[in-house]
């Protein structure tokens, strides 16, 4: 607070008596200086104004002189004398109080300390007045005095507010006793009760007070009476305070209704929820949630603490819990554990708030159980996680797009792009997967899809990987829908080793297709030639009598031919024909040569063919067509790897090789006692890493379409099921040579390794043997008239008698008429109206034990089915006249029973 303001009197005029008046002010305490006339409003500072005789003397009286009077500052006049006149000429002018030099001076100090003070005093009375004034005019509550008149009561002062009550100003009141102001009967009711609680209050002699509702306005009021009882006052008055409560009241009710709200909303929040005390945490009340979710009663909660029933699983949680609260008033989704009566463990999300409740410090807390949401949001979490590891785990891409633009990319996605993580793709335009020349068509099928019109489900097209590389696509579109909003789910597979294997297939198919061409012509084909070979042998035997060297020349020529047409169309069948592997002991020089043929033909005129077959190879153990196969498919390589053309070398040899390891070489190839082919070429070569994956299945140097990757693998197979090995080497611009092992037989007599130049297939399976005795009677079922006549020809050379039937069912009638005459059926595998097998089988109801010799230009019909197992001899066309009477006679001689 700031100091007191001094006391300040102004000294104007310069007598001597002033000086020393001045003097002793001054020790009394008094700021004493002249008037400060040009200070605006100096009379709020200046408390008198003492001035001598001739000061006072001065006529005109200067401006400040009537300022002062209407300011009312004290005016003081010191003289040297006192005189009727001077007092009475000074006091009309104004002048407060005077004195001369006869008076005491502390009588004078003590006379303008009284001028000064009562000053002060009236212009505090002043204010107070001016307050009241004030007060009556503006203030919002009721004032009034009323005076104890006789039996009843008069307003001696009401306030305007107090008034317009009444409808009436406060001078229309007051004065007049109550029953004279022409109140109504509402009004009065209320003045009456107001002199009923005046009466009180100056009876008690104390103030009393009472909420009041009007009867003619139906508002609350709280009224004040108070007795006024001060010294030197002789009536009987009562001030009156009275305040408009009806919005407090208003506002009570509605806090009442408010609490009623409340505590129906509290019961009934399916949210746990508990009213506690602060800090200890105490039970005030809780909801029916919350017992249901702790499991114990409200009576057994009220009263008592979390931490007494141990609802707090980890104390740690609870202090950061109430640390929180005090910290920021409130405390917003934390998270803990807790424990239900029955010890089962939770978790849960709690807020609060901090409130008062009448002056104790409370906190409303809601607890909501997210157990199971937890537990939920786990199996989502994993569920998510599954679903993740799917999607990265299938071979086919998937991406999702909005708007064209790609919003989730799986794994496989993102190794068809050539990226590190799918994350590369989100977010970018799906057309930066697909080459340029696609994405106008894709972009259109995006559209039309959004819009809803038709679109291609499935279909091809480029992408273009982030390297620049292209790859077809396989693409299904299907549309679905999130959050009302269409979106579209692609799956992307790479088909290029499905087309690969389409071609593969198609290649398959083809030489299945050539194949079963080769063998419906085979058998009329093998029957000219069979005539041709037969006839040529018969008329070359009757021709030898006429001793013509040119004639016998001649006939060897069409025999050759005949002969080696037989070997081509065998090595046809045999190469289009799919069937088990045979194994037998393999010359590897013999099949080379037989191999050679189809070798040449693979060949362009700019490749020289050149061969180096080092002869007394040891045998092995395998399949000759099979390894016929690997011959061809490795020419074939060796072949397309000289595109301009070049020398391919085929070669044979026996070699041993040191064992290093697990039987094989160092390099892995096999070791010991080998027969080895090898095929070379001077073609364009290999790095190494073609090197290590050429005999990977599907892997090719080709363009698409040139070539299905399968040739060197299909080699690499058949050449490990033999227990062999095969291996390159190349130098990129010179050539390649791939070397084949397999190993050697050894004698089972000697332990050595012979060799095997003596080892040679013979068409159809038979050697020439000596001619049997003749039969008495044997039918031939032939439907070719040149090969029956032929049989018939060479059977008559030798003493047999034929009876020829020309299909099935007219060998049966032929046989049924004396089946006992015959000592041999020759019949061919496929006849008309009834086949081989069922005239066989017809044939041996009438006779089971008749010898049976089938012929065929096609082997695969008897060999593969039940027609050789009942069979007593098969003899494949075409066969010299030698051969088939070889098989003759072994037939009848056999004792075997089909």
Same mark, same amino acid.
């Given at each position: ?157 009401? =306030?305007?507010? !107090?008034?317009?009550? $009444? +409808?009436? %100003?406060?001078?229309? *009141?007051? @004065?007049?006793?109550?029953? &004279? /102001? #022409? ?103 809780? =909801?029916?949630? !919350?017992?249901?979710? $702790? +499991?114990? %009663?409200?009576?057994? *909660?009220? @009263?008592?603490?979390?931490? &007494? /029933? #141990? ?588």
């Amino acid at each position: 607070m700031s100091a007191a303001r001094q006391r300040f009197i102004a000294a104007i005029g310069s007598t001597p008596h002033l000086g020393r008046l001045a003097a002793a002010l001054r020790q009394s305490g008094f700021l004493v200086d002249p008037l400060p006339v040009q200070t605006p409003h100096w009379w709020l500072q200046t408390d008198a104004i003492v001035l001598d005789a001739p000061a006072a003397a001065a006529r005109p009286l200067p401006d400040w002189w009537q300022t002062a009077r209407e300011q009312q500052v004290p005016l003081l006049v010191c003289t040297g004398r006192l005189g009727e006149p001077e007092i009475a000429g000074w006091l009309k002018a104004g002048v407060t109080d005077c004195f001369d030099e006869q008076m005491p001076l502390p009588l004078v100090l003590h006379r303008i300390q009284q001028a000064v003070e009562a000053r002060r005093q009236a212009t505090e009375g002043r204010l107070q007045s001016a307050f009241l004034a004030s007060l009556s005019v503006s203030a919002p509550a009721r004032l009034a005095v009323m005076e104890s008149v006789g039996a009843g009561f008069v307003f001696r002062f009401i =306030n305007r507010t !107090f008034a317009a009550d $009444f +409808g009436r %100003s406060p001078e229309q *009141l007051m @004065g007049l006793p109550l029953g &004279e /102001l #022409g109140l109504t009967e509402a009004q009065l009711a209320d003045v009456a009760v107001w002199q009923r609680w005046c009466r009180e209050a100056l009876r008690l002699g104390r103030a009393v007070s009472f909420v009041h509702q009007s009867l003619r306005s139906s508002r609350w009021f709280s009224a004040t009476f108070e007795p006024l009882r001060q010294p030197g006052l002789v009536t009987e008055a009562v001030s009156i305070y009275v305040e408009d409560i009806t919005d407090q009241q208003a506002a009570k009710l509605r806090s009442v209704e408010s609490e009623e709200r409340f505590y129906r909303v509290f019961q009934v929040i399916p949210i746990a929820t508990a009213i506690q005390t602060i800090p200890d945490g105490r039970y005030l009340d809780v =909801n029916a949630a !919350f017992t249901r979710l $702790f +499991g114990y %009663s409200r009576a057994e *909660l009220i @009263g008592r603490t979390a931490l &007494e /029933l #141990g609802l707090w699983v980890k104390p740690e949680e609870r202090e950061r819990y109430y640390h929180e609260l005090e910290a920021h008033g409130r405390v917003l989704d934390f998270r803990g554990s807790y424990r239900t009566r029955d010890g089962r463990i939770g978790e849960a999300v709690l807020s609060a708030v901090t409130l008062v409740i009448g002056d104790l410090p409370c906190q409303l807390a809601l607890l909501q159980d997210v157990t199971e949401a937890q537990h939920l949001n786990e199996r989502l979490r994993q569920r998510e996680e599954w679903f993740h590891a799917i999607l990265n785990a299938a071979l086919d891409g998937i991406i999702v797009e909005d708007n064209q633009r790609i919003v989730y990319a799986n794994q496989a996605v993102a190794r068809l792009y050539g990226v590190e993580t799918p994350e590369a793709l989100v977010g970018q335009d799906f057309s930066v997967m697909c080459a340029p020349h696609e994405e106008g068509r894709l972009r259109d099928y995006t559209q039309r899809r959004m819009r809803g019109e038709v679109a291609p489900a499935t279909y091809e097209f480029t992408a273009q990987r982030a390297d620049g590389t292209t790859v077809t696509i396989e693409n299904s579109v299907s549309e679905f829908f999130s959050g009302g909003k269409k979106y579209l789910i692609a799956v992307m597979r790479d088909v290029e080793e499905r087309k690969r294997l389409q071609a593969t297939l198609q290649q398959i198919h083809k030489m299945e297709a050539v194949g079963r061409l080769a063998g419906g012509i085979a058998h009329d084909f093998n029957n000219l030639l069979n005539s041709i070979l037969g006839f040529s042998r018969l008329a070359h035997r009757k021709s030898s009598q006429m001793n013509d060297p040119a004639l016998d020349e001649y006939f060897r020529a069409i025999e050759g031919s005949a002969e080696r047409a037989a070997q081509l169309v065998s090595k046809l069948l045999a190469f289009g024909r799919r069937k088990e592997a045979s194994r037998q002991t393999v010359n590897l020089n013999a099949v080379v040569e037989d191999s050679l043929f189809f070798v040449r033909s693979l060949l362009p005129p700019n490749v020289e063919l050149v061969t180096s077959l080092l002869p007394d190879l040891p045998p092995f153990d395998g399949d000759p067509d099979q390894i016929q196969q690997v011959i061809i498919n490795l020419c074939r390589n060796a072949c397309d790897a000289m595109p301009d053309g070049g020398t391919l070398t085929l070669g044979t040899r026996a070699d041993v090789f040191p064992v290093q390891r697990d039987g094989r070489t160092l390099s892995g190839q096999l070791a010991g006692h080998c027969v080895c082919l090898t095929v070379a070429d001077t073609g364009v070569g290999m790095d190494e890493t073609t090197c290590q994956h050429i005999f990977d299945p599907f892997f090719t140097t080709k363009d698409l379409g040139d070539g299905a990757g399968l040739g060197l693998s299909v080699v690499h197979g058949i050449v490990t099921a033999h227990g062999g090995t095969v291996g390159v080497r190349s130098v990129p611009g010179k050539g390649s040579c791939f070397e084949v092992r397999f190993p050697a037989l050894r004698s089972a007599k000697t332990g050595e390794y012979p060799a095997a130049e003596s080892l040679r297939r013979t068409p159809g399976g038979l050697k020439a043997l000596p001619l049997p005795t003749a039969a008495k009677l044997v039918l031939v079922v032939e439907d070719d008239n040149l090969i029956a006549q032929l049989f018939t020809e060479i059977l008559h050379e030798v003493g047999y008698d034929v009876v020829v039937a020309t299909d099935g069912q007219q060998g049966v009638a032929c046989f049924a008429e004396q089946p006992d005459a015959f000592e041999l059926v020759i019949l061919d595998a496929l006849l008309p109206k009834l086949d081989g097998l069922g005239c066989l089988q017809a044939i041996r109801q009438y006779k089971p034990q008749i010898p049976v010799l089938v012929v065929s230009g096609y082997s695969e019909e008897v060999t593969s089915g039940e027609l050789a197992a009942q069979a007593t001899m098969f003899l494949q066309k075409p066969f010299t006249p030698e051969v088939l009477l070889s098989a003759v006679a072994r037939a009848v001689g056999s004792t075997k029973v089909m």
